[in-house]
């Protein structure tokens, strides 16, 4: 596909309707005239079997994976990342020319990234580090 032709992609999840992954990709799909759009995908528990074939389908280039389908979706996808197979967990699915999908993590990565942006002198073996929490929140208040 060229970077031309109309571009769809979404976040994956439930509940989706709090995130602002959707106004977040399409400013910049705006702002650098990509054309293409960025949607809520509210899929529930128990129904990625069915949803994430029609993707292709659907003429999707990919989508985010959110909570609670990040370890689900592993069963689903037919090819696994490296990184996101030592994770345990997907958050990115690109759907192949073919139609397959190939299933990512950059989560660690952008946890990396948070901690250079905080301390850019931090280096991984200077000693442990401390997480709290554990990730998102699947309650609608979040």
Known sequence: MSSHTFG????????VAHSRSPKLHNYWLEKYGLPGAYVQLPVAPGKL?????????????????????????????HEVDANAKRMGALNT??????????????????YIQSLL??????????????????GGCCAPWC
């Open 49 to 77: 079997d069915v949803a994430l074939p029609g993707l292709a389908a659907l003429g999707f280039r990919g989508c985010n994976i959110t909570i609670p389908h990040k370890v689900e979706a592993l069963k689903f996808v």
């Open 117 to 134: 942006d905080a301390k850019p002198d931090w280096r991984a073996d200077t000693g442990p580090i401390t997480v709290l929490g554990a």
């Open 8 to 15: 769809l992609a979404g976040i994956m999840g439930w509940p």
């Open 93 to 110: 699915l690109v759907v192949q020319p073919d139609g397959s999908l190939k299933g990512f993590n950059n989560d660690g990565f952008g």
